[in-house]
């Protein structure tokens, strides 16, 4: 009875450290004096530390707990800046994140904590001559991105697809309401949405200017099985000068940089 209350005893301290705690373990293995083996598996919230405790720590009688550990899982971490929120299919904008907007023009909006980079960035590319560079499509209300999502399934059902086929294809350029990087007022379309964008002059110098201002190309072509969305030569995001240059120099996209930041932050 004994042997049995002490194991008891061992499983609710388990439980305890899992409720409280962030690494992936395999497997939890207790022997018991009796040579009774029982096994917790698949615990998937417990830290290296707390992992410690245990091994060096907990021993009751001769009843003793042998954890295999294995990589840790990624964190559910909120990176407090502004710049680096990460809006796609899977993360839609945050109900608390709040938008400054700013006027470009008396159509054209952009967030008002970044359009000084903007209108900088602009002005650099018009001295360095490199051809005609305007932001076409800035802010966009979430009853705007639904309209154009829309408008666009409408375009492909009209080509003969299913509703089906024309979400999916829509999906791999528009994205939905709430989800696009245009609603959170940091993303910025150049010129005409056109893939011989990326033929200009213009397109050559963002790729080699526009980090000095806080821009990244968001969606390139070789991240496509990342962003899950197609290449847009067009399309920058507003990151700020320090995080545009370290994830050009890491070579990543916005999604690899912020869970390389919450690894590297946990």
């Not at 004994?2 to 439980?15: G, T």
């Not at 409408?154 to 024309?166: D, H, I, L, S």
């Given at each position: 009875m004994?042997?049995?209350?002490?194991?008891?005893?061992?499983?609710?301290?388990?439980?305890a450290i899992f409720v409280f705690s962030g690494m992936r373990i395999k497997d939890i293995d207790i022997i018991t004096n009796e040579n009774t083996f029982f096994n917790v598996a698949n615990n998937e919230n417990i830290?290296?530390?707390a992992i410690d405790n245990i091994n060096n720590n907990i021993v009751e009688g001769?009843?003793?707990?042998?954890?295999?550990?294995?990589?840790?899982?990624?964190?559910?971490?909120?990176?407090?800046?502004?710049?680096?929120?990460?809006?796609?299919?899977?993360?839609?904008?945050?109900?608390?994140?709040?938008?400054?907007?700013?006027?470009?023009?008396?159509?054209?909006?952009?967030?008002?904590r970044a359009i000084d980079e903007l209108n900088a960035l602009l002005k650099a590319a018009k001295a360095a001559k490199v051809g005609d560079l305007w932001a076409q499509s800035t802010?966009?209300?979430?009853?705007?991105?639904?309209?154009?999502?829309?408008?666009?399934?409408?375009?492909?059902?009209?080509?003969?697809?299913?509703?089906?086929?024309?979400e999916e294809l829509t999906r791999k350029y528009i994205n939905e309401s709430n989800t696009s990087e245009h609603n959170l007022g940091l993303a910025v379309d150049f010129n005409y949405i056109n893939r011989d964008f990326e033929k200009s002059k213009a397109f050559t110098w963002l790729n080699e200017n526009a980090e000095k201002y806080g821009f990244i190309l968001r969606y390139r072509k070789d991240k496509v099985d990342i962003t899950k969305v197609n290449y847009e030569p067009w399309h920058w995001r507003y990151v700020g000068v320090e995080h545009a240059q370290k994830i050009n120099e890491l070579d990543m996209c916005l999604e690899e940089y912020v869970e390389f930041l919450e690894n590297n932050n946990s």
């Open positions: 004994k042997s049995f209350l002490r194991i008891i005893c061992v499983i609710i301290i388990c439980v830290s290296k530390e001769n009843s003793i707990i042998l954890l295999n550990v294995e990589n840790p899982i990624k964190t559910n971490q909120q990176i407090n800046d502004w710049r680096l929120v990460l809006v796609n299919l899977e993360n839609p904008i945050p109900e608390n994140f709040q938008i400054e907007l700013a006027n470009i023009d008396s159509s054209r909006q952009f967030d008002a802010y966009r209300s979430a009853e705007k991105q639904e309209e154009i999502f829309n408008n666009k399934i409408n375009e492909y059902m009209k080509m003969g697809k299913t509703r089906e086929e024309a």
